[in-house]
């Protein structure tokens, strides 16, 4: 079985710039979760769907949102890019019951730079 | 701030030779579970152990659950140059946005 797969795995861009980031989850798994993660701040979580809701919300502003497709496939966006945004970010797919009460499994996540 | 602190924060040790790290955490919990992240593999589950749990075990794994302590820990028997990487807790916080929160990690380093 395929295991989650995030494109791109790096990509740089310039402050106020937007980028969408993709992962696809492993298959029979409905639940995607997005993380960042940086040097100092460590894993952070961002968002995590289940069936195209948004089933919680992590402490990031308006600038980052994401969705999720009927096939459980997810993006998340990042507009107006700022250089604290420079980060690795994961996402991660689990069944059902979602992050808090399975076993997620991780993409090798996307590097942003953001110049 | 974090939800799971692990200490300590960097462990250094022989091949051979057990590593014990541990987690502490605020509020109550339905689980707490540790993951493992090298630049090889990325980010990987090793165990989910629940808050009416005590203890579990997979392969060279231990975890110890106290939730009267608030606290968790990993012990990894006869470790090997392969387990080098940074071990993370994760538990959810109390509340209704309920989401897992992640310690800083504890990095170890296994020395052939």
């Known amino acids: 079985k395929a295991g989650v797969t995030q494109t791109p795995r790096y990509l740089i861009k310039t402050r106020g710039q937007q980028v969408t980031l993709s992962c696809s989850p492993i298959s029979g798994h409905r639940s995607v979760s997005w993380y960042q993660q940086t040097p100092g701040q460590g894993l952070q979580f961002l968002f995590e769907y289940f069936s195209e809701t948004q089933r919680n919300k992590g402490n990031f502003p308006g600038r980052f949102s994401g969705r999720q497709f009927s096939n459980s496939r997810s993006e998340m966006n990042v507009s107006t890019l700022e250089l604290g945004d420079s980060a690795l970010y994961l996402c991660a797919s689990s069944w059902g019951g979602g992050s808090l009460y399975n076993e997620q499994f991780f993409g090798p996540g996307t590097r942003l730079t953001v110049l | 701030s974090q939800q799971g602190e692990e200490d300590p924060q960097a462990l250094s040790i022989q091949e051979g030779e057990n590593a014990t790290m541990n987690c502490s955490y605020k509020?109550?919990?339905?689980?707490l579970q540790w993951y493992r992240q090298n630049s090889g593999r990325g980010l990987v589950h090793l165990i989910l152990?629940?808050?009416n749990e005590r203890e579990k075990h997979s392969g060279r794994l231990r975890v110890t659950l106290d939730t009267s302590k608030k606290s968790s820990s990993l012990l990894i028997t006869a470790s090997r140059a392969a387990d080098t990487a940074s071990y993370f807790c994760?538990?959810?916080?109390?509340?209704?946005?309920?989401?897992?929160?992640w310690g800083l990690g504890t990095s170890l380093a296994v020395n052939p």
């Open positions: 509020t109550s919990i339905n689980n």
């Open positions: 152990i629940r808050s």
């Open positions: 994760a538990t959810s916080n109390a509340g209704n946005n309920r989401k897992l929160i």
